[in-house]
């Protein structure tokens, strides 16, 4: 047998295996997880990163491939981005559930309207604790994020008492359109990631990724102007999960930016009971000034402090003063106010 036909017949042979194998459902080799995850007019194609992904060394398109934040170019900013994309290795592509309920509790006493107040110091609300910046701030913010440390509910606090925590963009000053991904820590809803973009969706709850209370969490919520088009991204950084899509059509109010401790209302219109958080630990919190590449904290941009008072002006919740680099502060649990539950 000549040398061209044995090399013939080896080239039959091994076509004919692969075809035995794909007709066998046999995959020859191992893919990478995608699903196809949706949340009203969010869609997009979840990939999740390959165990080889190296961020720090991926092109623009790979980083927005694998639902990672945009990478910044400011010194400071790029080394914080740089500890928290190597540590995102498990991408969760399972679909945020709506919740409706919960979306209606927590915005039915959003503060609206807000005057710029440029030499503001501080200010008062029945549902929010922490800190804003923005007041009007020159163009405003793309861009806002931030650590916390996932609180841990103290006893006795029971069903009907409630504490969520969120980074978002908007809601404060001049119209109510808010983009914003937090945790929801409290013993009424238990302990889980969520997103929202309010007013035009629910609250979406994260179902794929289960945090403990401690554990380090970043969020991030980015807007790209030019296309409408709102990014949200939340990452258990303890353990490596998080969760990350787009959501079309939907800008929200540039002129603030807030980190914030919050206790939501009842269906009926009244305050809840605030949970037992003990004291929220915000750290790495920035903001981008929009159409530029520059991240500052929030002492940056004419900050204002936001303390949570109970229908009868006693203080419930407040943040504490702002270290030296304007990134870092305390946001502190007072009492629970008078509330009802549900």
Known sequence: ?????????????????????????????????????????????????????????????????????????????????????????????????????????????????????????????????????????????????????????SAPDAYGYHSITWVGLGGWYNNEYLLQAGTINDPTWGLSLWWEAWPSNKIQVISGIYPRCGDDIFSDVWVNYSTSTSYYYVEDYTTGAYYSNHYNNFVPDRQSAEWIDERPTCADGNYTPLANFGSTYFFHSTAEVTGTSTYGSISSYRPGSIKMTASNGAVIAAPGGLDSTGEIFRDYWYGTGSGELC
């Not at 007709?23 to 196809?36: L, V």
């Open 1 to 153: 047998m000549s040398k061209f036909v044995r090399r013939f017949l080896a080239c039959l042979f091994a076509c004919a295996l692969l075809l035995a194998l794909a007709s066998a459902g046999i995959r020859t080799a191992p893919q990478a997880h995608a699903a196809t995850t949706s949340a009203s007019t969010a869609t997009s194609t979840c990939v999740a990163p390959p165990a080889n992904f190296n961020p720090l060394t991926a092109t623009k398109s790979e980083i927005a491939l694998y639902g990672l934040p945009p990478k910044p170019t400011e010194k400071k900013s790029l080394q914080s981005w740089e500890q928290i994309v190597t540590t995102a290795k498990h991408r969760d592509c399972a679909a945020s559930v709506a919740r409706p309920d919960l979306s209606s509790r927590l915005h039915a006493s959003m503060p609206r309207s807000h005057s710029v107040t440029p030499n503001f110091s501080n200010s008062s609300w029945y549902t929010w604790s922490g800190y804003a910046t923005g007041w009007g701030y020159g163009s405003g913010f793309d861009e806002a994020r931030g650590n916390w440390y996932l609180p841990c509910v």
